[in-house]
């Protein structure tokens, strides 16, 4: 599904997540995975309203636990976002995610490797521990690095749900 473009297809594609009891009647754990070099917050967006619509959209439902809310930046990226939304916008992220900062310049593979880490720590402790049908990954990029822990989710019995920017989502993805 495309971050809202404001075509049909794109809030239909909203709507269907809004459907009560899409989940089923059993509580679900939920790990949001938002790889932020990919799929970066919007220019003029404050980060708190993002992190929230995220939240909203993802965790806040009837039936879901978050288990975690991760986010990746390089240091560089890190500094860009300082410099663009200041350091109370930068705090609240760092309040309300899981940041994992790594090392390396924009787009540096060692940002994916720490967050897909612990998105497939997440997959298969709840895989190993029966868990992994009562459990959602939601993964927000547009980088192929997470195709294997999203099929390897899947595999599991996992519900995916992936979010991605139009126009700039590698064809590899799925």
Known sequence: ????????????????????????????E????WDVENASIPIG??????????????QYLQR?????????LSRESFSAMLSTYG????????????????????????THTKHLEEVE???????????????VL???TGGEDYTHSIRQAMDAGMDVEVLHSPGQTSANLL
């Not at 794109?10 to 089923?24: F, H, P, T």
């Not at 939920?30 to 995975?33: D, E, K, M, Q, T």
């Not at 967006?45 to 619509?53: F, I, L, M, R, S």
């Not at 879901?64 to 990746?72: G, M």
């Open 121 to 135: 720590s997440f997959i298969v402790r709840q895989a190993q521990g029966g868990k992994a049908p009562g459990s």
């Open 45 to 58: 967006v404050p980060v708190e309203e993002v992190e929230k619509a995220i939240s909203n959209a993802f």
């Open 138 to 140: 939601v993964v927000i």
């Open 1 to 28: 599904m495309a971050l809202g473009d404001g075509s049909a297809a794109s809030s239909s594609n909203l709507q269907r997540l809004e459907v009560r009891g899409r989940d089923g009647s059993g509580q679900k």
């Open 87 to 110: 350091a109370d916008d930068v705090d609240y992220l760092l309040h309300h995610t899981k940041l994992l900062l790594a090392p390396g310049g924009r787009k540096s593979a060692s």
């Open 64 to 72: 879901r636990k978050r288990v975690s809310f991760l986010s990746t």
């Open 30 to 33: 939920v790990l949001i995975a």
